[in-house]
């Protein structure tokens, strides 16, 4: 037994965590001898306990001492002390002691006022299953402690597992205690049998017309179409992410049938007042249209839809688009590349021979430097080169503060740098020449553009 009221906590205990309340009350059954002064009572306040455990998901129960003494129709005083020999033998442990502190000032927080009345701090105790239980029926534990966790039988544990699988399983008409509706009579008997053929053969197809089979039915293709259309809209309403898409998709078949894309639904769901702990969204989804349709909030099946057109996920209308465009535009592109291509090319040629002329007559160019290149070419060390340095190179040295690359003439790194530029500065001016005159001569544009 477990004395000391420090062993008795949920972190210092030997014994491991218990979820369900059948499992709990095995375990105190079995303990129960080990207990010089444990009775009846006891086994009445375990049940009490195992009763609560279906209220919290790791076993918890509250220990409210007057609801249990009205349950148990005991006194203060028997009640304190069977919860005690329960956490001398293991079964209970402290998750957190009770107090006379008001808990309703930690539920109302700043907000609160002497008006809101008194909540003492409840006890909560921890479902638990002693290590002497697990070992008298074959557990294989991992672990030790509270966190410990049942991973498998011994041989021993196997075989008491499968009697008491059996005991569970026997039909109940061996007992002598069944309801007619699970112990059949003779009638039923016959009913079954009569039944049995159309339950295992394959029903014969009724003749229905077409466009009625094709309503109600959904194709592969379609199915696979609707959960893709479930998973996008998933992402959008929230009350939907933890549901199964295949059961979503199929309480929304009598929307998505009618046409109903997911921005719709969306938009749709999002007006909707949902519970804030929703169970089964599947299902209220499923609930809440077919209530809507007969309250003709929805359109009803036969109706066609009049949603907003679909996204264009897979580009197609994009396509088309661009289609309807070219064939819109194909007729002046032609025109303008068979017959105003070559004159507006004849012309740039000779505006740019002409330019060509006027930059030959005219004075050559010659970089102006704010010093002499002799003065500036006098300070650095000597070079190696076979031609002077050009300005260009005097400049990159002079900005990055380093001196030219030795042995390396300009022309060897981009030879052709300087004719580029020079070309592309009088394509500039070329197009900007025939431009202007385009412009200024009216004829000449009538002749030329569109």
Not at 9 to 18: D, G, I, K, Q, Y
Not at 281 to 290: G, K, N, V
Not at 424 to 450: F, M, Q, Y
Request: glycine residues 4%; positive net charge; charged residues 25%.
């Amino acid at each position: 037994m477990i004395l000391h009221r420090s062993d008795q906590e949920v972190h210092a205990t030997n014994s491991r965590r218990l979820r369900h309340a059948d499992d709990f009350l095995a375990a105190a059954h079995h303990m129960i001898r080990f207990h010089p002064k444990a009775t009846a009572t006891t086994l009445r306040l375990a049940a009490a306990f195992a009763a609560r455990a279906h209220r919290n998901g790791d076993g918890h129960v509250a220990f409210n001492i007057t609801a249990t003494m009205r349950e148990l129709a005991v006194s203060r005083r028997t009640v304190l002390n069977h919860a005690r020999y329960l956490r001398e033998l293991g079964l209970i442990a402290w998750v957190e002691h009770g107090s006379k502190r008001n808990a309703l000032r930690t539920r109302h927080g700043m907000a609160w006022q002497p008006g809101h009345g008194y909540c003492g701090t409840a006890t909560l105790y921890a479902l638990l299953a002693p290590p002497l239980w697990d070992r008298a029926h074959g557990h294989r534990i991992h672990g030790r402690g509270y966190q410990a966790r049942l991973i498998g039988y011994t041989p021993a544990g196997c075989t008491r597992a499968i009697a008491a699988a059996r005991r569970v399983a026997r039909p109940c008409h061996s007992r002598g205690h069944c309801t007619p509706s699970v112990s059949p009579t003779s009638r039923s008997t016959r009913l079954q049998q009569g039944m049995r053929e159309h339950n295992y053969t394959r029903p014969a197809r009724t003749a229905q017309p077409p466009a009625v089979r094709r309503r109600e039915t959904f194709t592969p293709r379609q199915c696979a179409d609707a959960i893709t259309l479930t998973e996008r809209l998933q992402r959008e309403v929230w009350w939907l992410r933890g549901a199964c898409s295949r059961r979503t998709a199929y309480a929304l078949r009598p929307l998505i049938r009618l046409g109903w894309s997911w921005q719709d639904l969306a938009e749709e769901l999002s007006y909707w007042g949902v519970p804030a702990r929703l169970r089964d969204p599947a299902a209220y989804l499923h609930h809440e249209i077919t209530r809507r349709r007969h309250r003709a909030e929805l359109p009803p099946a036969d109706q066609p839809s009049t949603h907003t057109p679909q996204a264009d996920d897979d580009g197609l209308r994009h396509q088309a688009m661009l289609r309807k465009r070219h064939l819109c535009h194909d007729p002046s592109w032609q025109r303008y590349a068979h017959q105003l291509r070559p004159t507006l090319r004849t012309q740039l040629a000779k505006v740019r021979k002409d330019l060509g002329r006027q930059a030959a007559t005219a004075p050559a160019y010659r970089p102006v430097l704010r010093e002499a290149e002799e003065a500036f070419l006098a300070t650095l060390p000597v070079q190696t080169w076979s031609d002077a340095p050009t300005p260009r190179q005097i400049y990159a040295a002079r900005a990055y503060r380093r001196l030219p690359a030795r042995g390396q003439r300009p022309c060897e790194t981009e030879p052709d740098w300087q004719r580029r530029l020079y070309d592309e500065a009088e394509a500039v001016r070329a197009c900007e020449a025939l431009r202007i005159s385009l412009d200024s001569t009216p004829a000449a544009r009538a002749d030329t553009w569109p």
